[in-house]
């Protein structure tokens, strides 16, 4: 006879197993087409041009690297144009978001090669109808130079500034059933850190999206996001 102890455990388990299957995704989210970003991105918009460069601070790309297993495609180029500050750009793509598969946010990967990060905050750029794009914004400093950095990061149609909401998004998508795709875009420059400094970056960010592949607005801020951009498209004609 099943004593009441027993029963208890039973029900117990059988409440943890049914959570697990819950939280098991089994769809996936991509929100990149078949183009690649190389392909969706202009190398020239709003006064800034492509030049050849290695300034950037990138993922290390070795064949037994955690960045090759995390990020499907990595794009990195230098902006240069006349009366405006260099920007650094780098697009680092993850067809996969998961606990072990996650996107790393700057805060993390600029400290693994010696910089100090600080001045850490959230910032809004507005899109259009009341829309804003969240992003954050900080600054990197070695004893070589310092690196103001906005960025913004996308794990299915969520947009996380944080490592808690990164986290909390996976969580989402992990209980709608599915695992999403993820894109972290970080735009930089080698100046010092000023207001004026952070809003070119954000400048620079806004004339990229306008200008990009209309394909390449669901990647790189989400469903809703890329119809707000649509929409402010077409009122512009």
């Known amino acids: ?35 690649t970003f190389e392909e ?8 800034w041009e492509v030049t050849p460069s290695n300034a950037m601070i990138l993922p290390e790309e070795s064949e037994k690297s955690l960045a090759r297993q995390l990020y499907n495609e990595t794009l990195s180029r230098l902006y240069l ?9 780098v697009i680092a793509y993850g067809e996969t978001q998961s606990d072990r598969l996650q996107l790393h946010r700057p805060e993390i990967c600029y400290v693994s090669v010696g910089f100090e990060v600080s001045g850490s905050r959230r910032i809004e750029m507005p899109v259009a109808g009341g829309e804003v794009l969240p992003m954050r914004a900080l600054v990197a400093r070695n004893s070589q130079r310092v690196e103001p950095i906005l960025y913004w990061s996308r794990i ?3 947009l996380p500034t944080s490592g808690n909401e990164q986290r909390m998004a996976k969580i989402r998508t992990a209980l709608d059933g599915y695992v999403a795709d993820g894109v972290l875009v970080r735009m930089s420059t080698v100046w010092e850190p000023s207001e004026a400094v952070f809003a070119e970056l954000q400048a620079f960010a806004s004339q990229m999206l306008r200008a990009a592949d209309p394909a390449a607005l669901p990647a790189l801020v989400g469903r809703p996001l890329a119809t707000a951009f649509a929409g402010a498209r077409s009122a512009e004609g």
């Open 1 to 35: 006879m099943l004593r009441r102890r027993d029963m208890l455990l039973g029900g117990l388990m059988l409440a943890s197993s049914g959570a697990g299957w819950a939280l098991t995704p089994r769809n996936q989210l991509v929100l990149r087409g078949e183009k």
């Open 156 to 158: 299915g149609d969520f």
């Open 81 to 89: 144009g006349p009366n405006r500050l260099p920007v650094m750009l």
């Open 40 to 47: 969706m991105i202009p190398t020239a918009f709003g006064g």
